[in-house]
């Protein structure tokens, strides 16, 4: 039994590199880059491959894809003033090996790219710089900001940059190994060093907000560390903690009606987020209203917020109007509950009956619409029908009399 057990896990441990380079959707076994190199892409940190007639080596810190393309960044070894130096590279290739965008970045003595982050559509490139001409070692941080494979600017930071985390469209940066990030970076290459950003005070936020945070901060007596805090639930939020105390709103978005909104169409309600309620029933965003009524849509969220929406869907009535009169039974066409002389009725109902009639719908919230309409027999039809049954008796009695004349004259003869 032991050797069946040590037997799996041996398979199991050979196989997982193949099973992980699979599921990251990353690796290839190989790939020749403008024909002439072959690189080997596997699961280890660092590789390397060599280009061009004179055999330079480009050393792999690590790559990404982006869509079709391959993104490789590391240093490529060159000579500078007769000394081999490193300079920084980024290679982006696509899936056949074509060179899309090829950048060789010699910003000192040596550089490296050693990181790579991809923000917002756009790639960010770390590109390390050391100088060691005066016998100590001074570093300079370069971060380059790609889009569509070109560059569009460089912001660069003296010092050597510890830790560099990506949260939400920021890069959160320290030159030291421990504690807070020191500032960040946005897509545009702009640093910022508020301890709040991404707030103002008394705004106002259509849906969502995102906060991003270089200190600890309290947010309706909620800890919020250091770090990009998306905010989406409908509310008055209240920010402690910082330089001053800031208040800020969050709504809620809402698809299919507006304010005071009169329809005969049926609405399809969706919010996105809050508790939501129609007519004082809880309900579920998403959800379809069709019958005729006064509506009342609330969306409570955190901290007493409470939004209202009024809104009326009509009856639809075909077939009638009111205060008419009708010479032919005509058909009822309507949406809701409807009631003919307070009786229900279902739509498509035919009046026959000779007279008056009141015809009512009921809707929600004491929604009531009341028509009243007359059927009666047309007199011209009436007349035309007494006139032929009045010709009929005559001509019947004339038949009758007749043949009574004849019936005496023939007993006198």
Partial sequence: MMKKVFFFLFVLLNFLPMIAASDDGLYVERIHIDGESRLEIGLHDTWSFVRGGEGVRYDINGYGRRGDHYVFYGSVLSEKAGERVYDGYVLIVDTSGVIVLEEQLDLGF????????????????????????????????????????????T????????????????????????????????????THHEAVYGVDDSAVYLEEVTLYLLKTVYI????????????????????????????????PVIHGIEDD????????????????????????????????????????????????????????????????????????????????????????????????????????????????????????????????LEIGLVVSALFIGGMALLGILKKRQ
Wanted: with cysteine; aromatic share 12%.
């Fill in 155 to 190: 912001t660069s930071i003296e010092g050597r940059v510890l830790r560099a985390e990506q949260q939400g469209s920021m890069l959160f940066i320290s030159t030291e190994r421990n504690g807070p990030f020191e500032f960040m970076l946005d897509i545009d290459g702009k």
């Fill in 220 to 251: 309706n007596g909620i800890r919020y560390q250091s770090g990009a805090h998306q905010i989406n639930y409908p509310g008055h939020y209240i920010l402690e903690g910082s330089d001053d105390e800031l208040t800020f709103t969050v709504e």
């Fill in 261 to 388: 909104r009169v329809t005969y169409e049926e609405v399809l309600i969706e919010v996105s987020s809050g508790h939501v309620f129609l007519n004082h029933q809880p309900m579920l965003s998403g959800k379809p209203v069709s019958k005729p009524g006064y509506y009342i849509l609330t969306i409570q969220g955190v901290n007493g917020y409470e939004k209202t929406l009024d809104f009326t869907i009509e009856a639809l009535i075909e077939g009638i109007d009111d205060n008419a009169f009708y010479s032919y039974a005509p058909t009822l066409i309507f949406s809701g509950d409807g009631y003919l002389n307070n009786q229900r009725i279902a739509s498509g109902y035919q009046v026959d009956e000779n007279g008056e009639h009141t015809f009512k719908i009921s809707g929600e919230n004491g929604y009531e619409i009341e028509k009243t309409f007359t059927v009666f027999e047309d007199e011209t039809d009436g007349l035309s029908k007494f006139v032929t």
């Fill in 110 to 153: 040596h550089e490296e790219v050693v990181r790579l982050f991809s923000i917002d559509g756009r790639f960010v490139a770390q590109c390390r710089q050391t100088d060691d001409a005066t016998h100590a070692m001074v570093y300079t941080e370069h971060f380059l900001i790609y889009e569509d494979d070109t560059l569009l600017t």
